[in-house]
Nanobody, 123 residues
Framework: QVQLVESGGGLVQAGGSLRLSCAAS????????MGWFRQAPGKEREFVAA????????NYADSVKGRFTISRDNVKNLVYLQMTSLKPEDTAVYYC????????????????WGQGTQVTVSS
């Protein structure tokens, strides 16, 4: 099994930056990709960003392109989500997830999930 723990969430003003981290432990060899999803109050969980195991491929939701950057350090078993130019619309609980399949924007393909970390962006 893979265990994922997110950290780095908090309160930030609009236009500010925040970096989320996801620490992975346990079995990681089979994981083909890592992703970040978020869920705002009253909305469904939505895809934010994903990265392949090697880091060669990435994918971003249109709403965060140019503002968010996903990266990973396989030596430390860490995945990051660097968020810049934050907007109030980015307020949500952010979840780290791991998949045994390829890079995907579909939440159902991710078998392992963290507990989430709250990101609140004030205007």
């Amino acid at each position: 099994q893979v265990q994922l723990v997110e950290s780095g969430g908090g309160l930030v003003q609009a236009g500010g930056s925040l970096r989320l981290s996801c620490a992975a432990s346990g079995r990681t060899f089979r994981n083909s990709g890592m992703g970040w999803f978020r869920q705002a109050p009253g909305k469904e969980r939505e895809f934010v960003a994903a990265i392949s195991w090697s880091g060669a491929s990435t994918n971003y939701a249109d709403s965060v392109k140019g503002r968010f950057t996903i990266s990973r350090d396989n030596v430390k078993n860490l995945v990051y989500l660097q968020m810049t130019s934050l907007k109030p619309e980015d307020t949500a609980v952010y979840y780290c997830a791991a998949t045994d399949f390829g890079v995907s924007t579909t939440a159902s393909l991710y078998a392992y999930w963290g507990q989430g970390t709250q990101v609140t962006v004030s205007s």
